[in-house]
C-alpha cells in the first residue's frame, strides 16, 4: 500500500507544489485548504480526498479531523505537512506592526499559523505513531531575521511554529515520529508583496525567487527514509538570504 501524506493550504502556492510533488513519488494525498482547488488541477483527477475547511476556526478543527480519519478508514499517516499559513498586509504591501493589529487581528493570525498545526498532529497522532511517520512544518525566513513587509503578527507566529516544532520533536520521539521544519524565504507564491522585488535586489544572494517545488522537495526530504535521523532541525530554502 502506498504511503499517505496530509497537506494543508494545499490549493495553490507551496501547499499544491508538496501535494504534487508527494504524488509523483508514489504517495497518496489528502489535502486541506479553505480554498477549493482551481478547475485546472493537473495533478490528480480525484478531489474526494480534499477537505475545504478554515484552519482560522479551530474550534471546529475537531469536524475536520474526523472527516480526515473517515478518509484514512484506519491507515496510518505517513506525513502531515502542517503548510497553511496567512500573513495579511496593508493594501500598499507594507507590513502590519504591532500598533496597527489588535487581538483579533493576533488571534486570526495565530489560529492558523500555530494553534492549527498543533491542534491538528494532537489529533492525528495516533495515526502518525501507527506509521512512524514525520511531521514538517513551515515556517519561514522571518524567524532568523526582521522581514521589511511580513508584519509582527506574522513574524511572531513563525517563531511559535519553529518553537513548536522543537517542543514536539522532542515529545514524539518516543513514538518514532520525526518533527521538522522549513523555512522559505521569498518564493514566487501569492502571499508575496508586491516590494519583494526590492528585497530579492538587496537581500538574496542569488539574485531570484525560489520556486514553490524547491521547497516542496525540501518537505519531501524531511518525510523519507533518507532524513530517517534528522528531527527538531530547520531547513532554510530562501537562496542565502539569511546571511
Not at 7 to 33: N, P, Q
Not at 189 to 209: A, G, N
Request: glycine content about 8%; aromatic content about 8%; proline content about 6%.
Amino acid at each position: 500500500m502506498n504511503p499517505i501524506v496530509l497537506v494543508t493550504g494545499a490549493s495553490r502556492g507551496i501547499g499544491y507544489a508538496t501535494a504534487e510533488t508527494f504524488h509523483s513519488k508514489g504517495w497518496d494525498v489528502l489535502t486541506l485548504s479553505r480554498h477549493p482547488f482551481d478547475s485546472d488541477v493537473i495533478w490528480t483527477d480525484d478531489l474526494t480526498t480534499h477537505i475545504q475547511f478554515d484552519l482560522e476556526t479551530p474550534q471546529y478543527l475537531d469536524d475536520a479531523i474526523a472527516e480526515i480519519k473517515h478518509v484514512l478508514a484506519g491507515r496510518p499517516l505517513n506525513a502531515l505537512v502542517n503548510n497553511a499559513g496567512i500573513s495579511p498586509k496593508l493594501p500598499n504591501g507594507d507590513r502590519i506592526g504591532v500598533v496597527a493589529a489588535d487581538l483579533d487581528f493576533w488571534q486570526s493570525i495565530f489560529n492558523v499559523n500555530v494553534f492549527s498545526p498543533a491542534l491538528l498532529t494532537r489529533g492525528l497522532h495516533s495515526e502518525l505513531k501507527a506509521a512512524q511517520g514525520s511531521v514538517v512544518n513551515i515556517t519561514s525566513i522571518v524567524v532568523q531575521r526582521v522581514h521589511p513587509f511580513a508584519g509582527s503578527p506574522y513574524a511572531t507566529s513563525k517563531a511559535a511554529l519553529g518553537g513548536l516544532t522543537r517542543e514536539m520533536a522532542a515529545e514524539f520521539a518516543r513514538d518514532g515520529i520525526r518533527v521538522n521544519a522549513v523555512s522559505p524565504g521569498e518564493i514566487d507564491t501569492p502571499i508575496l508583496s508586491i516590494k519583494t522585488q526590492e528585497i530579492i535586489d538587496s537581500h538574496v544572494p542569488m539574485k531570484r525567487l525560489g520556486t514553490p517545488y524547491e521547497v516542496a522537495d525540501a518537505v519531501y526530504y524531511l518525510c523519507s527514509p533518507d532524513s530517517s535521523y534528522i528531527t527538531g532541525s530547520e531547513v532554510l530554502v530562501n537562496g542565502g538570504q539569511h546571511l
